[in-house]
């Protein structure tokens, strides 16, 4: 079954740069980060199309960190990633890898069409 594990989380002084991992068992076409602060909902950052363009853009990104954050993916390693500069403080947070199949690939699909979650990586950013 689906299985995803998380790594890289850290703290990070503001203006710093972290890389998260995520190493999975089974993909869907659909996988993606979210990330969810103390006392906040879960958000998307990004996702990633892994079976091509007619389910929606290979990359997509959340408002929240565009332009600070790069997902990508290998299949031969079977691992997720997302590069992440200048953080700041108000990106502290869990972060989650996610797989699924919403019907296209954004992160501005509702979370309940991610069906598989890890159990995320912390990131704290001072």
């Known amino acids: 079954h689906v299985q995803l594990v998380e790594s890289g989380g850290g703290s990070v002084q503001a203006g710093g740069s972290l890389t998260l991992s995520c190493t999975y068992t089974?993909?869907?076409?659909?996988m993606g980060w979210f990330r969810q602060a103390p006392g906040k909902e879960r958000e998307a950052v990004a996702t990633?199309?892994?079976?091509?363009?007619?389910?929606?853009?290979?990359?997509a990104y959340a408002d929240s960190m565009k332009d600070r954050v790069t997902i990508s993916y290998r299949s031969n390693t079977k691992t997720l990633y997302l590069q992440m500069t200048g953080l700041k403080p108000e990106d502290t947070a869990m972060y989650y890898c996610?797989?699924?199949?919403?019907?296209?690939?954004?992160?501005?699909?509702?979370?309940?069409?991610?069906?598989?979650w890890g159990r995320g990586t912390q990131v704290t950013v001072s």
């Open positions: 996610v797989a699924g199949e919403p019907s296209t690939c954004r992160p501005d699909v509702s979370t309940s069409q991610f069906k598989y």
């Open positions: 089974y993909s869907r076409y659909c």
């Open positions: 990633y199309n892994i079976y091509g363009a007619q389910y929606g853009p290979n990359d």
